[in-house]
């Protein structure tokens, strides 16, 4: 992804239907605007086109976005002035990437499932009751003193 001066990202690339916080310290901040607001859209079209108001903050303004199924994610800013910052009238556009199916892993869900989980559950108890007998009454045995309880 090409990085752009005043304009932050909290990941390394930008995933369809994943959510990304943005950072933005450019021109509108550095002129003290008290609102900004992110003007974004998808595609060359700027599909699903919308407008949110960015949280300012110490470190610049931020807002969240859910990022749908697009080619690409295209921004600009603009203050409550109607003062706008368009990358110098190229808007911000960064590729979205598709998720690979590859990397999902993809489970069969059996009914089965729940009873292996259960014995398998089981046996790993009666091990280790076993053991735990083994480990306590053979150095008894050994070393006498091991003691029957007497019943009348």
Request: with cysteine.
């Amino acid at each position: 992804m090409e990085l752009v001066k005043n304009v932050f990202f909290n990941t390394d690339k930008l995933v369809e239907n994943s959510k990304v916080k943005i950072s933005y310290t450019g021109k509108l901040f550095q002129d003290g605007s008290e609102e900004v607001y992110l003007h974004y859209g998808f595609g060359l079209n700027w599909d699903n086109l919308g407008e949110v108001q960015m949280e300012k903050t110490e470190l610049g303004f931020q807002a969240e976005i859910e990022l749908i199924e697009s080619d690409t994610f295209n921004f600009c800013f603009r203050n409550n002035l109607n003062e706008w910052d368009n990358n110098d009238s190229e808007n911000y556009i960064f590729p979205i990437e598709k998720v690979e199916l590859a990397l999902i892993p993809q489970e069969e869900v059996s009914l089965d499932a729940p009873r292996k989980l259960r014995r398998s559950y089981i046996w790993s108890k009666k091990i280790r009751l076993a053991v735990y007998k083994i480990i306590t009454y053979i150095p008894k045995l050994i070393s006498g003193n091991y003691k029957r309880k007497i019943t009348n």
